[in-house]
């Protein structure tokens, strides 16, 4: 472990894995989180809640195509729904700079209300500090919210098996360049849109059609899609073969990546899923995700193997194979 | 309402309440918070749930008697706590600075397990972001608390009727004077502890004792008691009065008070509550409170009248009467 704090720690790939498990895990001892899934699940009186926290320090505040706020909704939504949970409440804590335009936050609150009705969730507490001008970069937002797990969600990386198909839910490392875009600074005219949206609707309609046989679920947030296997195939010990040419990339987000010299496969998405299904429920799963809006664009990119155990292998489009190794920190931060 | 955000709007008191009741609720429209208790309440299943959230971004990070980790694990299980639920599981989302010592990462999170262990609550799930050197002051700290309704808990300023008897569960102004004791440029000796800790024990023996006729309860935080009688006196449209030679503070606390020229009324707590209780068993509130640890100090200060609605009154020692009005900012920034 380093001395030191380093943004890569932040960056969702092998340094943030490292600091959670090496440091927090161990030093909050038995009171550490009993799984490091997307939600906790807690039982009270037979019911079975997720519950999940995520913290957002986005710059700039507003790009195209979404707001900290909005991210700060959906982001914490779609890990209860990847949970296989309905979201039932999100709470929303503020970390204010002083000097702040009340514009700017008027803005914020706006968009909040606004993800929250999408959604279909309430903001049902919440909290506001101010730190002095250059404690903060105008606002931090963290969001944490509570679900109903549907009785028939049975998602886990250790239900993965060999043959199970893997889907994504639609367009890769959209919101990732709509960000770096939105920084400035690159000789690039290209219009890129974050995708922040609920991911809700898509699970709702996976689970109606797959049950059980989805056997689980992840947002590709921070670290992209290529972090989301990486996890999985190490958790179930399993290999996962990616046909590259089935990945669903706009031209502009490919475009862009050439540009930047970084790989979509590695780019934060913030209203995209991975989906581990059995291959007899596939074509199921495909058809139901692309029945709803946030699924349109939904495919399957790759299969489950026995072999190489904790490892994710790219198949190009000549036939070729590359290794799809997880990043130590990431290209783009402060991306979420 | 200002076109800026200022120090004042952070502090607890007059700006932060027309900040959320101005600015925030009404722009979340109806995802906004039903009540802007300690916790709101979610129902699931027949289950009645408690759900709260605090940032905490109080410097330094480690003080006589505390450290920020165990003030996030505490406020937020005392959120709960003062709603009458039984705290069942919370979150930590960690904002960390580019740079800061590994070591100081790990005493907190080291802190944050033995609070979690001392309140008898899980860290179930978390987050951790990373930002640049001075986009935040070493680390920030957000807590969730879900926690489990008492059936016989019935709290809410509503229930807040004249003849009710004001309790405090201990000495207060404590954890604010030990903050700003341990900023130093203080001439001043004096060795005050922060009183940080959870207070479900007290909540409990008082539940046990009182039942419903335990009529409202509050955690004593920023703004402290000062701020909680205003809110209550407000809210049940009732008066408040304070015999003001019943409220327990240490005399290093009433020391430090005078040279700073603030009133420990004002001053924040980190655990104690204020309780208002049927007459009838104003006894055994006490009795109740003073047989755990964390309420050996409590004391009867006040009682609710009808007259003057909306005000807290304070009776000196020599009979003499004042307002004890609501501030607008806080003299103690960033204790929390
Ligand atoms: N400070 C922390 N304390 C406790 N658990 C943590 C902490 N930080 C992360 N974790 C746990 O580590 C796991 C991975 O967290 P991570 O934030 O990468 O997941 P995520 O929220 O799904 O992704 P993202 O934050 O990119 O949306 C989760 O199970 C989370 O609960
Ligand atoms: N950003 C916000 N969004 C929604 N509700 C908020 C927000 N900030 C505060 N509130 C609500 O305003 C009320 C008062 O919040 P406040 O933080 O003062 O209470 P508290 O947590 O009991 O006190 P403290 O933060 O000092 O511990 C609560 O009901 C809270 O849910
Ligand atoms: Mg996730
Ligand atoms: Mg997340
Ligand atoms: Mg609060
Ligand atoms: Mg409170
Ligand atoms: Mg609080
Ligand atoms: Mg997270």
């Known amino acids: 472990r380093d001395g030191r704090i380093t943004m890569a720690h932040g960056a969702g790939g092998k340094a943030s894995r490292a600091l959670v498990e090496g440091l ?54 779609n890990d209860l729904a990847v949970s296989g949970a309905r979201p039932l409440a999100v709470s929303l804590a503020m970390i204010l700079e002083e000097g702040l335009p009340a514009e700017a936050l008027e803005e914020q609150v706006r968009a909040i209300g606004a993800a929250a009705s999408a959604a279909g969730v309430p903001v049902a507490t919440g909290d506001t500090k ?18 109903v797990l549907r009785a028939d969600a049975s998602l886990a990386p250790e239900r993965v098996r060999p043959g199970d198909k893997v889907l994504v839910s639609g367009t890769i490392g959209d919101h990732g360049v709509a960000i770096m875009l939105a920084r400035g600074g690159l000789d ?10 609920s991911l809700w609707p898509v699970v709702h309609a996976l689970l109606d059609a797959c049950g059980p046989e989805a056997h689980c679920l ?39 990546c050439e540009i930047l010299g970084i790989d979509p496969l590695y780019v934060a998405n913030e209203g995209k899923l ?47 194979h590359r290794i799809i190794d997880v990043l130590v920190g990431d290209p783009l931060p402060r991306i979420c």
């Open 24 to 77: 927090v895990v161990p030093l909050l001892g038995d009171r550490a989180p009993a799984t490091l899934s997307d939600a906790a699940e807690l039982t009270v009186d037979g019911t079975r809640l997720a519950f999940t926290t995520d913290s957002f320090v986005v710059r700039p505040l507003s790009f195209p195509g979404g707001t900290i706020g909005e991210l700060a909704v959906n982001g914490t939504v």
């Open 218 to 256: 992840r947002d590709a947030t921070r670290g992209g899609v290529a972090t989301v296997l990486n996890e999985i195939a190490a958790a179930a010990e399993v290999g996962v073969l990616v046909a590259e040419d089935r990945l669903p990339v706009r031209p502009e987000v490919t475009g862009a």
């Open 274 to 320: 991975v989906a581990f299904v059995a291959p007899e429920v596939a074509d199921a799963a495909l058809e139901a995700m692309r029945g709803v809006e946030a699924g349109a664009d939904a495919a399957v990119i790759g299969e489950v193997r026995d072999e190489p155990p904790g490892r994710v292998l790219g198949r190009t489009a000549f036939g070729g």
């Open 130 to 147: 101010v730190v002095e001008r250059g404690k903060c970069d105008g606002m931090y937002l963290t969001t944490t919210g509570v679900g």
């Open 188 to 197: 690039l005219e290209a219009e890129v849109r974050s995708d922040t949206r």
